[in-house]
DNA sequence: GTCTATAGGAGGATAGAC
DNA sequence: GTCTATCCTCCTATAGAC
């Protein structure tokens, strides 16, 4: 049983200088995306990133050729993770459950990752521009996708006609808003930063509404299911 | 016939060096909020600003002392327009008309001056530290009164339970994104770029879905009213 | 009111010692 | 892998001629 080559520890993942580089890297894009999202591509100085990361500025270019290298790198990041609240939306689920499941991921996410939310968002004022072609088409593909899903339940009659693809965004922007406008968030509902509690209540605002909304009027009499 | 001073002209109700000022003052803010809008306060170069209203450089510095000038007038002009669309939301309309109303303003705001949006976006992302305590309380002020409108709604029995600042929200963010997020907009309804014939798709979607979503059930079976 | 010129400084990026 | 020193560009802002 005994090998030549390393004995058995394949459990240490990586070799030091390894560890060293994730663990820069990392401290890098953390603090990239917070002011990116702040002040955008042109507005972030290489020099802010180096201080938030606590490495000199010359280091941030061992590790990122250039600004744009950081900001590519957090894009494709972010998309990779884009498709996760879609996923509830599957045409062989009930859309009263589909529905509830989307808008409680997507307000979990605004929540634990409002940062890489404002991150997009910024990115999308900007105008898009740094979406290279494949990306754009992920998404609009991904998103083509989940709206057929609602079509099919409108056609089924499991959802009042409502155009699906504003349905959709409704949603989409509903959820995005705690996260992109937390503070005019927290500013309506009157405290200082938003809460757990508010975002439990954002959900059962938003769920019972949207339900409300959109599935057909004979099925609502049911509406306050446990 | 000579005369020295002007004759009789009191017509023109400017000086000629007033309505010089007011145009280039008016295209350096045209310039400048679509710069801010796209990149930020940090990220906006004011010889770019220069650049896009036609005006050399020095121009700029005459009639702005710094750019902080700039862009504290742009949020000053735009926070005078606040309240406008949130008049709709009246305790002596009805629900139907009054909600109804106000998405239909919101979402002609979103066409007409998707950019002063984008641009109020962009400060929010930014943390909102350009508005002043003034301004802020202002905004709070203006938004809590009009929750309270629908606090009474909810307790005359005219909206379902709801609860109204997220309620509020919900209107607010949907029709936001039809100006701060146009490009995903646009490539979720298939488009190359929004026209007249979404937002009016839009506005039927969002006001028949928050409509059916938060008027009480008995009347909602009347819900397809003219 | 307009515009050229420039001061004074900051930013992105690199070279090269350690 | 780390960091100092530095190049060169570009920016905000101002001085002052026209």
């Known amino acids: ?112 990752h409002a940062t890489e939310s404002r991150f997009f968002a910024n990115e999308i004022l900007r105008g898009g521009g740094f979406l290279s072609r494949v990306q754009r088409r992920h998404m609009r593909e991904i998103t083509h996708e989940r709206v057929e899903v609602v079509e099919g339940w409108v056609r089924e009659g499991k959802l009042r006609p409502v155009d699906p693809r504003h349905f959709f965004m409704m949603m989409w922007a509903t959820t995005q808003f705690y996260a992109d406008f937390a503070e005019v968030a927290a500013m309506t509902v009157g405290k200082a930063k938003l809460g757990i509690a508010d975002f439990n209540e954002a959900q059962d605002a938003i769920v019972s509404t949207i339900l409300q909304g959109c599935l057909p009027c004979p099925a609502s009499s049911a509406v306050e299911v446990s």
């Open 1 to 112: 049983m005994p090998r030549e080559k390393a004995p058995d520890k394949r459990r240490t993942p990586k070799a030091p200088e390894e560890r060293i580089r994730a663990r820069n890297e990392s401290a890098i894009l953390r603090a990239a995306v917070e002011l990116f999202a702040r002040k955008g591509f042109d507005g972030t100085r290489i020099t802010e990133i180096a201080e938030a990361s606590g490495l000199p500025k010359a280091n941030v270019y061992y590790y990122f050729e250039t600004k744009e290298a950081i900001y590519a790198t957090l894009i494709e990041r972010l998309l990779q993770g884009w498709d996760k609240a879609l996923e509830h939306i599957r045409a062989d689920r009930e859309p009263r459950e589909a529905i509830t499941a989307y808008i409680a991921a997507k307000l979990d996410y605004s929540r634990r």
